[in-house]
């Protein structure tokens, strides 16, 4: 499975990006808005770090802008992925732009006919939201689950891009459902080291080698 992080903070993207955990990155208008960054400027450093796909999403809303932006976006770095809404002016931006030969990330994905829709469309990623729909009491990890199924009926080349990820649960059930890859932020990535008994293990033989003042160095 390969791991997106969800941010446009440099320091945090570098970290991740050391240790070989970032296959590519996403960001929304949100997310730059966070950073405080010029959209542009910022893309390209995250794209001058990063290798693999960097999601970058339009502004506009209908199709010819979002086609335009688009192809504005694709000239910052070769690894950009268009991002673009699920929306049916999104789909039709995300036929043009993949026949172009670009990668694009079709975005707010609430549904699998939604994501059936996208994958049709030719989109390289298909992103539903996770804890957006928990957030109003449904079961967003059913979605990922739905459209692996259709998705794998039929074929479908679309990689699934588990999102609106909040937990290091989401994470999981994402790899046990078989997502493609899932974005998170950088905090729950990092949350994913993390188990009580490794620290209680750890506490231990700190103290032993403290006792028996065992040295290497
Ligand atoms: C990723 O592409 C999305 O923009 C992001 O995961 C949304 O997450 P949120 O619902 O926590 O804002």
Redesign the pocket.
């Known amino acids: 499975m390969k791991f997106?992080v969800?941010t446009a903070e440099i320091d945090a993207i570098a970290e991740l990006n050391d240790l070989g955990m970032v296959d590519g990155v996403?960001?929304?208008p949100?997310?730059i808005k966070k950073s405080g960054r010029d959209i542009i400027e910022v893309t390209k450093e995250i794209c001058d770090l990063v290798d693999g796909p960097v999601?970058a999403?339009v502004t506009a809303t209908d199709a010819e802008t979002m086609i335009a932006e688009g192809r504005k976006l694709v000239e910052i770095a070769e690894n950009i992925a268009v991002?673009v809404p699920l929306t049916w002016d999104g789909l039709k931006a995300c036929k043009t732009l993949t026949d172009d030969g670009h990668m694009v990330?079709v975005?707010l994905c609430f549904s699998a006919n939604q994501a059936l829709l996208a994958a049709k469309a030719g989109a390289s990623f298909i992103?539903p939201?996770i804890?957006?729909l928990d957030d109003i009491n449904l079961d967003g990890m059913e979605l990922i689950e739905d459209i692996r199924t259709i998705y794998d009926n039929f074929g479908f080349e679309t990689e699934i891009?588990a999102?609106?990820?909040?937990s290091v649960n989401h994470i999981l059930d994402s790899a046990r459902i078989g997502a493609d890859v899932i974005?998170?932020?950088p905090a729950v990535i990092k949350a994913m080291v993390n188990h009580p008994l490794t620290d209680k293990g750890l506490d231990a033989f700190l103290a032993d080698i403290k006792a028996a003042d065992i040295k290497i160095l």
Not at 163 to 166: F, K, L, M, Q, Y
């Open positions: 997106f969800d996403t960001t929304n949100s997310l999601s999403e991002k990330n975005t992103s939201f804890g957006r891009l999102a609106s990820i909040r974005t998170a932020p």
